[in-house]
């Protein structure tokens, strides 16, 4: 069975040892005075004369035009971009520095999480600096393992990835997905694990699916969307999402059908089959909120209709797994934080339901079903907590962890005596343990040989006040022993969305940063997943607001704390968190000395409008709504760029296979934002080519991007780097 917490979004954190490499000269570290500063000749951009209407209210979308990514304006226009960022980036002396620095540490082994299917374990392995990592496969954990998949044999340049993979029950036969240059769109295949084979099978346009097998390994469901038009794919909406059972050895063209709703577009539905093989379930959604329809049917009954079970998108009903006709599922009904129930299939109601594993103080993220026990996962204050309890919900015992850190994994299936998961945190690199389900009992099975000493640095947690009175918790980790004060060098990354939690983690660029003497901050801010439901939905919709809001707080947190100040801050985010960081620095441009929005929703009244936009209206709202329009309207970074405002120095980031955020958000914003700056500072834009919204992308592009993102902070700040041992 899969694990059901909530998918974490691991911010890009580091921890590190001093930088070998030559001191550069103290002069060049950071940028020019503003007597000195040369301003930038920015690419000439066309204003249109596109108004738009939204109830009664006249908005100009003056770059309309780059939303056609593929024209001969556009692209002219991002090749002279790229030319620019790239004479820019030339021209800072750490860069090189900063690479080679971040090469090095990268260089170590990375291990996924083992899992056991049919006696046979699989396992992803990265030697160091591999683009992709590589799927193994052995009998037993003692015994050398064999490649099953090699991702990197796929491309010459690493840039077409795995994107699923999904064992069957015996462990003979795997599918697994491929995405081409980070694209969202999937084609999935089937290997046969003992040779090594692919077999003939090939399902295309699948998106957002996995594989789900049934017992005897005979096909598998899985999800598609219809073909779309030449030349759109992506970016047209992606609406009308199908099941279909694909047998094996059969074309996909004669798959069967095995759930849609042609009246309403915008659901979609995931399939899963119990494990016992008994029931075949239907999580039906629509949008991003974990609001959820049940449907099940009995698998072998292929003629029958689906069964409506429980739930009509009222509230969370994440399937667990079955004990018998029990089903037992994570809900939020009436219970905010989560709590585990089960519903018997036969008598349905709400008034037979039973609460397995009640409400608690911490925040249920999911739980699963491994042996004869529920494996809860919880956060507390946005740190990991794990709990075991039998199918009666008696308590059993909770999963001791070494530090203040996030641990994941804990799958398997009813059959299992261990299960297997990783810790991490902001020092300490992803390490696997073996839990023996008996005796409770965590051995160390993988542990990273990083180049550094963890002992050398710090994580602490702070609670500030927002601007409401609300108290917003702040992880703070730096190298121990540095100076703390009003010209320390700080990166505050944010999220703020969709029910998603940012809890430690460890990352080799964040590392970096703390080794040149960089404090990294992270608040967990409302519209994430850190305290349940009433958390999230405080800052969505008319309440997003507060997610700006307590972002701005923190940063005022440590300035008025006396540990930065307004010239060494750097805000950066990625996907919502760079609509963050639009919002904020638009905002309150004083307050920041570098922005750096990724891969961001930046034009808020056009989004619902590409790929899977559509679905984010559950957290943003929708322009089409007045009242949500005048929301929108007020924070849209696009539009509420001012002419003539001093912008702090910033890098904006996309690529140009981004189908999940469309690159005409960021394209359109560095438009306006070049157009409209009123003083010096760059306004720059790097666009990645072949690339997406960042799953997949090959290591040598994840290094060269966070080498550019990092040069261009320790230049804008005036960073000055350690001397080198």
């Known amino acids: 069975m899969r694990i059901t917490e909530r998918p974490l979004f691991p911010a890009l954190c580091l921890a590190g040892a001093v930088l070998l490499m030559t001191a550069p000269d103290p002069a060049s570290a950071g940028p020019p005075d503003d007597a000195k500063r040369t301003p930038l000749d920015y690419p000439e951009a066309a204003r249109g004369d596109v108004v738009d209407d939204y109830h009664g209210t006249p908005v100009a979308d003056p770059y309309r035009w780059m939303e056609d990514i593929d024209s001969t304006e556009t692209r002219a226009w991002v090749?002279?971009?790229?030319?620019?960022?790239?004479?820019?980036?030339?021209?800072?002396?750490?860069r090189k520095r900063i690479e080679d620095r971040l090469t090095q540490l990268w260089d170590y082994e990375k291990f996924g999480i083992p899992f056991e299917k049919g006696g046979r374990y699989f396992y992803s392995y990265n030697s160091g600096l591999q683009n992709q990592n590589v799927i193994y496969s052995t009998p037993s954990l003692a015994a050398d393992a064999q490649v099953l998949i090699d991702p990197n044999t796929f491309s010459a340049d690493g840039t077409i990835a795995l994107a699923g993979l999904a064992p069957s029950k015996d462990g003979s036969k795997v599918a697994y997905a491929v995405s081409d240059a980070g694209s969202d769109w999937m084609t999935w295949k089937v290997r046969d694990v003992a040779s090594g084979d692919d077999l003939d099978d090939l399902i295309r346009w699948s998106k957002f699916s996995g594989a789900e097998w049934t017992p005897d390994g005979s096909g598998f469901f899985y999800g598609r969307f219809p073909e779309p038009e030449d030349g759109s794919d992506l970016r047209a909406a992606n609406f009308y999402q199908k099941v279909y059972y694909h047998q094996l050895g059969t074309s996909q063209d004669d798959d069967a059908l095995i759930w849609e709703d042609p009246e309403n577009k915008d659901l979609r539905a995931d399939a899963t089959v119990t494990d016992d093989g008994a029931y075949l379930i239907l999580t039906l959604g629509r949008g991003t909120d974990d609001k959820y329809r049940i449907l099940y049917r009995p698998l072998a009954d292929t003629d029958a209709e689906p069964i409506h079970l429980v739930g009509d998108f009222d509230a969370d009903y994440t399937f667990i797994d079955n004990d018998g006709p029990r089903l037992f599922f994570r809900t939020d009904k009436e219970t905010p934080l989560g709590k585990v129930i089960a519903i018997n299939v036969h008598h349905p109601e709400p008034e037979h339901w039973e609460t397995i594993i009640p409400e608690a103080e911490e925040t249920l993220l999911g739980a699963n079903r491994v042996g004869p026990f529920l494996i809860a996962q919880y956060l507390k204050d946005a740190r990991s907590q794990v709990k075991l309890y039998d199918l009666a919900g008696a308590f059993v015992r909770e999963v001791e962890f070494p530090e203040l850190g996030t641990a994941s994994g804990f799958s398997g299936d009813r059959d299992n005596t261990e299960t297997f998961y990783s810790f991490s945190s902001y020092t300490r690199p992803s390490t696997i343990y073996r839990y023996d389900l008996a005796t409770g009992e965590s051995t160390l099975y993988k542990e990273p040989q990083v180049g550094f000493n963890p002992d050398d640095y710090t994580t602490e947690q702070?609670?500030?006040?927002?601007?409401?009175?609300?108290?917003?918790?702040?992880?703070?980790?730096?190298?121990?022993?540095?100076?703390?004060?009003?010209?320390?060098?700080?990166?505050?990354?944010?999220?703020?969305?969709?029910?998603i939690p940012l809890t430690p983690s460890f990352s080799v660029s964040r590392l970096v940063w703390m080794e040149m003497g960089g404090v990294y901050a992270v608040p967990n801010l409302r519209g994430g997943g850190e305290y349940g439901e009433a958390w999230h939905k405080a800052g969505t919709k008319l309440q997003k607001q507060n997610v700006f809001d307590d972002f701005i707080a923190a940063a005022e947190y440590l300035i008025d704390q006396g540990r930065t100040s307004t010239p060494k801050l750097a805000i950066q985010g990625r996907s919502n968190g760079g609509l963050l960081v639009g919002a904020c620095m638009t905002q309150r441009p004083d307050l920041f000395g570098a922005c750096l929005p990724g891969v961001g929703v930046l034009d808020m009244l056009r989004f619902h409008t590409f790929t899977i936009g559509?679905?984010?209206?559950?957290?943003?709202?929708?322009?089409?709504?007045?009242?949500?329009?005048?929301?929108?309207?007020?924070?849209?970074?696009?539009?509420?760029?001012?002419?003539?405002?001093?912008?702090?120095?910033?890098?904006?980031?996309?690529?140009?296979?981004?189908?999940?955020?469309?690159?005409?958000?960021?394209?359109?914003?560095?438009?306006?934002?070049?157009?409209?700056?009123?003083?010096?500072?760059?306004i720059l834009i790097r666009i990645e080519t072949r690339a997406g919204h960042g799953a997949g992308k090959p290591t040598a592009k994840i290094i060269e991007e966070a080498a550019d993102e990092m040069a261009f902070v320790v230049h804008e700040l005036g960073v000055s780097l350690p001397d080198a041992d």
């Open 79 to 94: 090749e002279a971009q790229v030319a620019l960022f790239d004479s820019y980036i030339a021209d800072v002396p750490a």
């Open 614 to 682: 559509w679905a984010w209206t559950d957290d943003y709202g929708s322009s089409e709504n007045a009242d949500e329009f005048e929301a929108l309207y007020a924070y849209s970074p696009y539009h509420r760029v001012e002419q003539g405002a001093c912008y702090p120095p910033t890098l904006i980031v996309t690529a140009d296979h981004d189908d999940r955020v469309y690159p005409a958000h960021s394209f359109k914003f560095a438009a306006a934002m070049q157009e409209a700056q009123g003083c010096d500072n760059p």
């Open 462 to 499: 702070v609670f500030y006040t927002s601007k409401d009175g609300t108290r917003v918790p702040m992880f703070i980790s730096h190298k121990k022993g540095i100076e703390i004060g009003p010209e320390t060098p700080t990166l505050l990354y944010g999220y703020g969305g969709f029910n």
